[in-house]
Each structure stands twice: as structure tokens, then as C-alpha cells.
């Protein structure tokens, strides 16, 4: 690994962090029908083991940076809507493919809240971008009263734009230097604590293969987690970041070899087609930006 660029390096942790974010959806699925807040907290009960042990180990303050607690919060309240929105829509649409798509609208959202709230400029090309990319969510959503599946399709959008907003205050945060490991061990901590509650008093029992995959949900998780801020660290976002749209690509495969030979209608693949061509010219786009910026 110390023999390739930082580029190389940002485009494997991507790669591996889109491959356990595929797993995480797969696992979820496999652990069957049980409360969504049940899976969310074991989700989080992992990653916060996870982050506490980092922290630990590498002796970092357990404490925000000055300034940073009520956007810590404000990321929480976010993240965990958007993780229950895509954790709806992963275990009740047919394809979890789908559900992996709209969650991947939250690079759009992300874009449209940070020029709201950090006063961020989007250029024309930009919002192109983001209404191409909201057309491509509706063929995957398929907007109708016939659709069966339009309830946990919303969802899945609005888990995307739970995790736009959460992206944004983290963002923010490390704008102000905020320790992105402490960033992921307040959410986990958060987390846990809000739906520890539902299990004190609606725990549903689970068989050992049940549990087993919700413990890989977790672990899975904190690899995506822990994969993305390391790809960050090593090149920026808009050298690596559509990489991150592999992420389908695994999930596709796995929902039809695990899941029931899972093979998405052609509207939706057309919406995946749209949303991925907006990406890689987001991705483009950024690219010579940058580049004109430092001739």
C-alpha cells in the first residue's frame, strides 16, 4: 500500500467502502423481518464500539471542538432519519439496488444545503446536475398510487436527503477541525442512546443467524464509515468521489446472487443510467474547475 499514489490509495478505500455499504444493505435484508429501530441500533451498536476503540487507542479527547456540539446534534438527528429512511426502503422494496440508488442522491442534497446554509455557490452546470439527477430518482421511484412500493421508495429518497443534510454538518465541522473519529462516535453514541428505548420495550426475539447478521451490519457499516474518511484523507472528493457509485454496481450483484436473483425493471435501471451520467459529470466538471483554479 505505501508503494501506490494517495489517488490509488483515495479510489481503493472508496471501493472498499462502497463494497461494505453493498454488504451492509445485503445483511440487512438477510437478518429478515425485524424492527427496523432493532437493526438501526445494533447498526450502531458496532460502530460505536468500533470508534470508541480508535479513540482509545490512539488517545484522542472524547469532547467536541469549541462550537461544534450543536452541529454534532444537528448531524445526529439527520444521519439517524436518513439511516432509518434507507434501512425502510432496503428491507421493503424488491430490489435493494434501488434503495442503494436513492440513498446515493445524497451528494446532490449535499450540494443544495451547502449552498443554503454554508453559502456555497452552485453554478449553472451544478443545478443541471442536481434536477437530472431528480428525474433519474423519480424513474427509480416510479411516483404513482399503483406503485406498490412507493412509501418505502419515498423513504429511500428522503434517507438520501438525510444523509445530504448530515454530510453537510460534517462538512462544516471539518471546516472548524473537528476529528472525524469523534464525529463518528457521537453519531453511533446518539444513536444507540435514541433507539435503546424501543428495545427495553418492543425487542423482538432473534434466532444466533438473525444476530449474526445484524453484528455484520454493524461491522460492515463501520467499514463503509471508516473506508470513505480514509479516501477523503488521501485525495479530494473530486478526484475520487465516483468511485463511490460502485457501490450499485455491488449491490446489484449481490441482491441477485443472495437475494432472489434480484433483477431491477428498466425504468429504474434508466433512472440509474441518469443518476450516474450526473455524477460523473459533477465529477468531471469539478475536476477542470479545479484545475482551471490553479493555472
Same mark, same amino acid.
Given at each position: 500500500?505505501?508503494?501506490?499514489?494517495? +489517488?490509488?490509495?483515495?479510489?481503493?478505500?472508496?471501493?472498499? &467502502?462502497?463494497?461494505?455499504? @453493498?454488504?451492509?444493505?445485503?445483511?440487512?435484508?438477510?437478518? #429478515?423481518?425485524?424492527?427496523?429501530? *432493532?437493526?438501526?441500533?445494533?447498526?450502531?451498536?458496532?460502530?460505536?464500539?468500533? !470508534?470508541?476503540?480508535?479513540?482509545?487507542?490512539?488517545?484522542?479527547?472524547?469532547?467536541?471542538?469549541?462550537?461544534?456540539?450543536?452541529?454534532?446534534?444537528?448531524?445526529?438527528?439527520?444521519?439517524?432519519?436518513?439511516?432509518? #429512511?434507507? /434501512?425502510?426502503?432496503?428491507?421493503?422494496?424488491?430490489?435493494?439496488?434501488?434503495?442503494?440508488?436513492?440513498?446515493?442522491? =445524497?451528494?446532490?442534497?449535499?450540494?443544495?444545503?451547502?449552498?443554503?446554509?454554508?453559502?456555497?455557490?452552485?453554478?449553472?452546470?451544478?443545478?443541471?446536475?442536481?434536477?437530472?439527477?431528480?428525474?433519474?430518482?423519480?424513474?427509480?421511484? +416510479?411516483? =404513482?398510487?399503483?406503485?406498490? %412500493?412507493?412509501?418505502?421508495?419515498?423513504?429511500? /429518497?428522503?434517507?438520501?436527503?438525510?444523509?445530504?443534510?448530515?454530510?453537510?454538518?460534517?462538512?462544516?465541522?471539518?471546516?472548524?477541525? %473537528?476529528?472525524?473519529?469523534?464525529?463518528?462516535?457521537?453519531?453511533?453514541?446518539? &444513536?444507540?442512546?435514541?433507539? !435503546?428505548?424501543?428495545?427495553?420495550?418492543?425487542? *423482538?426475539?432473534?434466532?444466533?443467524? *438473525?444476530?449474526?447478521?445484524?453484528?455484520?451490519?454493524?461491522?460492515?457499516?463501520?467499514?463503509? *464509515?471508516?473506508?470513505?474518511?480514509? !479516501?477523503?484523507?488521501? !485525495?479530494? @472528493?473530486?478526484?475520487?468521489?465516483?468511485?463511490?457509485?460502485?457501490?450499485?454496481?455491488?449491490?446489484?450483484?449481490?441482491?441477485?446472487?443472495?437475494?432472489?436473483?434480484?433483477?431491477?425493471?428498466?425504468?429504474?435501471?434508466?433512472?440509474?443510467?441518469?443518476?450516474?451520467?450526473?455524477?460523473?459529470?459533477?465529477?468531471?466538471?469539478?475536476? +477542470?474547475?479545479?484545475?482551471? +483554479?490553479?493555472?
Amino acid at each position: 500500500m505505501n508503494k501506490l499514489n494517495d +489517488k490509488t490509495k483515495g479510489i481503493l478505500c472508496i471501493l472498499f &467502502s462502497a463494497f461494505c455499504f @453493498s454488504g451492509m444493505s445485503s445483511f440487512i435484508n438477510l437478518s #429478515g423481518d425485524l424492527p427496523i429501530a *432493532q437493526k438501526v441500533f445494533f447498526r450502531n451498536l458496532v460502530a460505536l464500539f468500533i !470508534a470508541s476503540s480508535v479513540l482509545l487507542k490512539n488517545n484522542e479527547k472524547i469532547r467536541p471542538q469549541k462550537g461544534c456540539l450543536k452541529y454534532h446534534i444537528l448531524r445526529s438527528t439527520a444521519g439517524i432519519l436518513g439511516v432509518f #429512511g434507507n /434501512f425502510y426502503a432496503t428491507t421493503h422494496m424488491s430490489h435493494t439496488a434501488d434503495a442503494a440508488m436513492l440513498n446515493k442522491m =445524497s451528494p446532490f442534497f449535499t450540494l443544495i444545503f451547502s449552498a443554503i446554509f454554508l453559502r456555497e455557490k452552485v453554478k449553472p452546470k451544478q443545478a443541471l446536475a442536481i434536477i437530472g439527477a431528480f428525474i433519474g430518482a423519480m424513474f427509480v421511484i +416510479k411516483p =404513482s398510487f399503483d406503485n406498490t %412500493e412507493l412509501l418505502p421508495s419515498l423513504s429511500g /429518497f428522503f434517507g438520501g436527503l438525510g444523509a445530504g443534510a448530515a454530510y453537510t454538518c460534517v462538512r462544516h465541522m471539518g471546516n472548524k477541525g %473537528e476529528n472525524s473519529h469523534f464525529t463518528v462516535f457521537f453519531f453511533s453514541a446518539f &444513536s444507540v442512546a435514541v433507539t !435503546a428505548p424501543y428495545l427495553v420495550f418492543f425487542y *423482538q426475539p432473534m434466532s444466533a443467524r *438473525q444476530f449474526v447478521y445484524l453484528l455484520l451490519v454493524g461491522v460492515c457499516a463501520a467499514g463503509g *464509515q471508516y473506508g470513505i474518511t480514509a !479516501a477523503y484523507t488521501f !485525495a479530494p @472528493s473530486r478526484e475520487i468521489s465516483v468511485y463511490d457509485y460502485s457501490n450499485i454496481i455491488f449491490t446489484a450483484i449481490e441482491g441477485y446472487l443472495f437475494l432472489g436473483h434480484q433483477i431491477p425493471d428498466i425504468l429504474s435501471i434508466v433512472g440509474y443510467i441518469l443518476i450516474c451520467l450526473m455524477a460523473v459529470w459533477m465529477f468531471f466538471y469539478n475536476k +477542470k474547475e479545479h484545475t482551471l +483554479k490553479n493555472v
